[in-house]
């Protein structure tokens, strides 16, 4: 399947949109890890990893980031 000129448009505004780690979205807005994992399409348990300290602690990919970016 081939992208029309509309979304291929989109594709590349989406991965050129700057990366926006969960922590600084938080500063920008006050929302939940529940809301947080509906923006992101993600479990719950994904965004508590991306909070934790220590070993638990993951770095969200940087879709995640770009689908912050966006809000």
Not at 43 to 63: K, N, Y
């Amino acid at each position: 399947m081939r992208l029309t000129d509309s979304q291929s448009s989109l594709m590349q505004q989406f991965l050129e949109l700057p990366l926006l780690p969960p922590d600084a979205f938080l500063m920008r807005w006050t929302l939940t890890y529940l809301e947080i994992s509906q923006i992101c399409c993600c479990s719950i348990s994904t965004v508590e990893h991306w909070f934790s300290e220590g070993a638990g602690r993951r770095s969200p990919a940087a879709s995640y980031q770009k689908l912050l970016a966006i809000c």
